[in-house]
């Protein structure tokens, strides 16, 4: 495993000898940085369970001409995370869900994705330490990686025509995001992806 890894899964394990479960840990950081590795390898490591939150997407578009302020904070829905997800699983429930459809980019996919309680539960995602969540998450992760190896996974995994059409926009936005709304300083720990996260 990863240093980044080993070091969440420690912190993790901190946190539930500290205060028991069930614990709720998010891991934020921008585009390319190797967080759903992580979500899914820490997952099983302590027993957890990742939800993606892109499943509560609101379908971010490239040409959007609202004030970036605006778009940052209506990229997800908030509420139907807590909802759906959050408050069944902390309570002990199952909880179901249907993710955001991306083939249309419009609307909710017919699946439902369906998740078991479990002692940790793995928020994945850029935005999962918005403040909306802040009386839920029990850790808050920053994950970071270097600039090139970020443009490399994201040119591996989405190709030319996203790099080209939507990379720019969401530079910003997490620009705007990691600097006003989530600085590094917000964070309970920052880990560091490399090439094998």
Known sequence: MTRAHDTI??????????????LVVALDGR?????????????????????????????EIEGDSRPIEVIVEGAV??????TEALVPLLAGETA???PFDFASRAGLD????????????????????RPELGDILG???LVE???NLRARRLAAREGADFMRVWQPA??????YYFSVVRPRAAFDLVVVSDETS
């Open 170 to 175: 969401w530079d910003a936005r997490e620009d």
């Open 145 to 147: 990686a270097p600039d």
């Open 110 to 129: 017919p699946r439902i994705i369906s998740c078991s309680p479990a002692p940790v539960i793995i928020l994945d995602g850029l935005y999962s330490t």
């Open 139 to 141: 850790l808050r992760i």
């Open 96 to 98: 179901s869900w249907h």
């Open 77 to 82: 829905d908030w509420e139907r995370l807590r």
């Open 9 to 22: 899964v420690a912190e993790v394990q901190l946190h539930l000898s500290a205060h028991g479960a069930p």
């Open 31 to 59: 585009s390319g940085t190797g967080k759903s590795t992580l979500a899914a390898t820490v997952a099983l490591a302590v027993g957890g369970a990742a939800i993606n939150v892109d499943d509560f997407s609101t379908g």
